[in-house]
């Protein structure tokens, strides 16, 4: 019991610090770049990441599925013109407005810790490390009974884009098949064995609507059946719940343990290994050649934790803006200036 966790306490340091050096010399994310850059009024030194903290703890107090809305917007936001919080201006035809954003939630959230954090330091901490900050955050307060998922250190130093558009949006379907997906995550520099946990750790939370999954229920893929790969107790609860082209709202909990439906854990891969995955894509994890042996070994693992944050730090890391490249917000819904692409031209070479 004791020995992994000590083997994932010492890899997690050596993590830390390789990753450290790396970033010291160049325009690169880093653990720990607000460190001595935030002072108040008063000239006091003031630790952003603990701002943070404290916000995402009151806040989950009272709303415990703004973890499930902070992953789903750091997936989005990082998948769409990278992690550079992109998803949430508000502008005419932004990426907020195009059809996958349906439960895309927390945007008010993002705001209130931005507005807290310039009433401290002003134009210090860019929106997009306040995405990832609160949504580790969230993930941590989440797991308060210790089922899974614990603290995993994040990289700051992104600096906010100036653009977004519906049309940069193309995300994964729900139906997506895994090889597709896996080349979808590929492209974003993230392996197969990052996406299962990503995959597999964000939907270990939160719920989907009947929308999503209708197609499995009655007439998968024009047979007049349900998906056969779908656990048949499940599928009599989706059909009372979504009933045939009823158009219904209701949604249901992507982790079907009933204990552990709102706890970022591995709880997700044993549950679909069950036959009970919500959507084509987290079914077909569980079977898929590429993703079955790994889904079947995480189940029965003990460092999800470790290898989860792990993977969170990657996806952290998609096309992030730095140095120079983009600028940081004053409100996190609206951009200072405007997009002039000849100003990254002339830093990139003489910056
Ligand atoms: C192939 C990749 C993925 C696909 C196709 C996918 C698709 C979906 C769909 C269709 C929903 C249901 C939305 C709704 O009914 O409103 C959903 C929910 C969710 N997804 Fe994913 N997703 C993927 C990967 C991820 C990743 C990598 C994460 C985070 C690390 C994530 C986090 C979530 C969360 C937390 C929810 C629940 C949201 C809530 O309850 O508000 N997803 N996803
Ligand atoms: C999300 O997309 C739908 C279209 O599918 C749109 O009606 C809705 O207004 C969008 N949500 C936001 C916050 O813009
Ligand atoms: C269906 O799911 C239930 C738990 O929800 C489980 O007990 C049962 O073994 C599953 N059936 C199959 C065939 O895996």
């Known amino acids: 019991m004791e020995m992994p966790r000590v083997a994932a306490a010492v890899a997690l340091a050596l993590s830390l610090i390789f990753v450290n050096l790396a970033g010291q010399c160049s325009g690169q994310l880093q653990f720990g770049f607000y460190n001595g850059k935030c002072r108040d009024g008063n000239g006091f030194q003031r630790n952003v990441e603990d701002i943070v903290k404290q916000k995402a703890k009151a806040k989950f107090s009272t709303d415990t599925t703004i973890v499930a809305a902070l992953l789903r917007m750091q997936f989005h936001d990082c998948f769409v013109n990278g992690c550079d919080a992109s998803i949430l201006l508000d502008v005419p035809n932004g990426e907020k407005t195009a059809p996958p954003n349906l439960s895309v939630r927390g945007y008010d959230f993002i705001e209130d810790i931005k507005t807290e954090i310039e009433n401290t330091c002003p134009g210090v901490v860019s929106c997009a490390d306040i995405i990832v900050m609160a949504t580790r955050d969230a993930v941590v307060e989440s797991d308060k009974k210790k089922l899974g998922t614990g603290w995993y250190p994040v990289q700051t130093g992104r600096r906010d884009g100036r653009v977004s558009s519906a049309q940069n949006v193309n995300l994964p379907s729900p139906s997506i098949p895994i090889p597709q997906a896996i080349a979808a995550f590929s492209s974003k520099k993230l392996s197969t064995i990052d996406m299962v946990y990503l995959l597999g750790g ?24 349900p998906d056969p790969t779908m656990n048949t107790t499940l599928l009599k609860t989706l059909q009372t719940l979504c009933p ?16 552990k439906s709102s706890s970022v854990d591995k709880s997700f891969y044993e549950q679909i290994r069950l036959g009970n995955g919500i959507l084509e894509v987290d079914q077909q994890l569980a079977l898929d050649s590429n993703t079955r042996f790994s889904v079947a070994r995480i189940a029965g693992s003990n460092d999800f934790s470790f290898q989860f944050g792990q993977a969170m730090i990657k996806l952290g890391a998609v096309d992030v803006k730095i140095g120079k490249d983009g600028e940081i917000r004053k409100k996190c819904a609206a951009v200072n200036s405007p997009d002039r692409s000849s100003d990254g031209k002339f830093f990139n070479l003489f910056g």
């Open 244 to 259: 045939r082209n009823s158009g219904s709202p209701n949604s249901v909990n992507l982790d079907q343990d009933p204990l």
């Open 202 to 225: 964000g939907h270990s939370v939160g719920v989907a609507h009947c929308g999503l999954f209708e197609n499995r229920l009655y007439d998968f893929k024009n047979t007049g059946n």
